[in-house]
């Protein structure tokens, strides 16, 4: 996922509320990433990053790929008002932003978890439920409001170099779970006696 661009942040709010209020939040994030696909690298990418390509050239060419890839009107006029301003550089990051936006409203937290072997089918429940309760918890230590979370979302990544257990990433918070960690911890404990 690309990184936030401030430019980015305005643009993505005001289609997130547009799309949530026409009850359009699946369908513009779906389209929304076929734009992205076809509009990041390559030769659309390089036209609109021009800058002596005239507003009206960029808004026209932004109008054509919207018909081409059938996107509905409401993100159709968004990529060709985001062309005519200059910020078709920034659609991935306005993309990441939506769908992070949409993933907070529905309670969804994402988390890259780590682990040595694949996690079976019988394992991905539990931890989601032990990552959900990790991140409520430390919301409450944090003096945070609490924050709903209905589901965490595994983006799973085998990583040989672990003996066992797991490391999940969830944001800037990491809980080590793996014997790796657990060995670690104890070292320290031993060494300061």
């Known amino acids: 996922m690309q990184a936030s661009a401030p430019a980015a942040q305005p643009y993505a709010r005001a289609l997130f509320a547009l799309a949530r209020e026409r009850g359009q939040l699946d369908e513009v994030g779906r389209e929304l ?9 390559g030769e659309l990418s390089a036209f609109f990053g021009r800058p002596w390509v005239s507003s009206a050239a960029k808004r026209a060419v932004a109008g054509q790929v919207a018909e081409r890839l059938g996107v509905a009107k409401l993100l159709r006029d968004f990529l060709v008002l985001v062309a005519a301003q200059g910020r ?19 309670g969804i937290v994402r988390a ?6 694949a996690l079976t089918d019988g ?12 991140l409520e918890r ?6 945070a409001a609490p924050r709903r979370i209905s589901q965490v979302a595994i983006e799973e990544v085998v990583d040989p170099t ?12 990491i809980l080590d779970g793996s014997i790796d960690g657990q060995l670690a911890r104890m070292r320290e404990r031993l060494a300061r006696g």
């Open 33 to 41: 990433d076929a734009v992205v696909a076809e509009a990041t690298g």
């Open 88 to 106: 078709a550089g920034v659609l991935g990051a306005m993309a990441a932003d939506f769908h992070a936006m949409v993933d907070d409203e529905r």
């Open 112 to 117: 890259r978890v780590r682990t040595a072997v």
């Open 123 to 134: 394992e991905r429940g539990p931890l989601d439920t032990r990552l959900a309760r990790a």
């Open 138 to 143: 430390e919301g409450a230590t944090r003096a």
């Open 162 to 173: 672990l003996m066992g257990g797991f490391v999940a990433e969830i944001g800037g918070l």
